[in-house]
């Protein structure tokens, strides 16, 4: 089937959008909650309430037998990578403006198209390398290197960036092998257990309107979770990553809105090159989708 690959990858995207979404909302309230809980507690109710569409993904593809791996190694490294990351994003929102966080997670992308090449063996073309260089470049712009003091936790942030973007290789990879639950059960269990060990210390018992907040929290980011899992399995790692820069806009209204954070200037120059990089790559998976359709099978 020719058409298979191009429409795969515009459905991946579609996922992906839908999931950053999510995830931006489910960062806010990180961010929001952080000064009360500490960033284990938070973990909990992540990667616990998370649990819960995974559960029904299970129970619709035959029961607990499904999520046995055929790789545990891998999807023992790509938990534990996953897991530095979470920690590492959720220690850093509080402590830093969302806008600048982002700014400095958005070398995402470069990271991933880096490691897909070694890793997955993906070809990567120059228009998405282009496309990528230029989203990269507008990152660069918004960050203004020469004037935001990089301290301590600017640097966790960059760690945990590139934890993510290893994460995000090493799912695609181990989706060759495991279904999507699989990988999600494996890695909202041991983050729930991991989670809960290292909360106790510092455990604060939330008041009933908090329940709400971290319940609502943990359920955004489990079925964020699952799109952004099926969005790896449909398309490279490669198409995917630039589409990381569009929470920026969510992340600019948040920190305005919420916490009344102003972006810099800069952001105002860096914010069309790194949209219109990931908007130039679903142009060019629609242009290939509707040459594919229009082409017979041989």
């Given at each position: 089937m020719p058409h298979a690959p191009s429409q795969t990858a515009l459905h991946g995207i579609y996922f992906k959008l839908s999931a950053m979404v999510l995830f931006c909302t489910m960062d806010a309230m990180v961010k929001g909650l952080g000064g009360t809980y500490g960033s284990f507690q938070l973990m909990v109710f992540r990667s616990a309430v998370a649990l819960v569409p995974v559960a029904v993904l299970i129970w619709h593809a035959g029961g607990l037998r499904v999520v046995r791996s055929t790789r545990p190694g891998l999807q023992a490294l790509r938990v534990g990578i996953g897991f530095c990351s979470m920690f590492g994003f959720f220690y850093a929102f509080p402590r830093m403006p969302l806008v600048d966080a982002y700014a400095i997670s958005f070398s995402a992308p470069l990271f991933m198209v880096a490691l897909s090449v070694p890793i997955l063996?993906?070809?990567?073309?120059?228009?998405?390398?282009?496309?990528?260089?230029?989203?990269?470049?507008?990152?660069?712009?918004?960050?203004?290197?020469?004037?935001?003091?990089?301290?301590?936790?600017?640097?966790?942030?960059?760690?945990?960036?590139?934890?993510?973007?290893?994460?995000?290789?090493?799912?695609?990879?181990?989706?060759?092998?495991?279904?999507?639950?699989?990988?999600?059960?494996?890695?909202?269990?041991?983050?729930?257990?991991?989670?809960?060990?290292c909360a106790i210390p510092e455990w604060k018992w939330p008041p009933l309107l908090d329940w709400v907040w971290l319940l609502t929290l943990g359920l955004l980011g489990g079925c964020a979770q699952v799109l952004i899992t099926r969005a790896w399995r449909l398309a490279p790692a490669a198409i995917l990553a630039p589409f990381d820069y569009v929470a920026i806009v969510l992340a600019m209204a948040y920190g305005y809105l919420w916490f009344k954070e102003e972006p810099s200037w800069t952001v105002w120059y860096g914010l069309p090159l790194v949209t219109g990089s990931g908007l130039y790559i679903l142009h060019r998976e629609r242009v290939r989708a509707r040459a594919l359709r229009k082409t017979p099978i041989s």
């Open positions: 063996r993906e070809p990567v073309g120059w228009r998405r390398w282009t496309a990528v260089g230029v989203g990269f470049a507008g990152v660069l712009i918004m960050l203004d290197p020469f004037a935001i003091e990089f301290h301590l936790v600017s640097l966790v942030i960059l760690a945990a960036t590139f934890c993510y973007s290893l994460s995000t290789v090493l799912v695609r990879k181990v989706s060759r092998h495991d279904p999507d639950v699989v990988t999600l059960f494996w890695f909202a269990i041991v983050g729930s257990v991991v989670s809960i060990a």
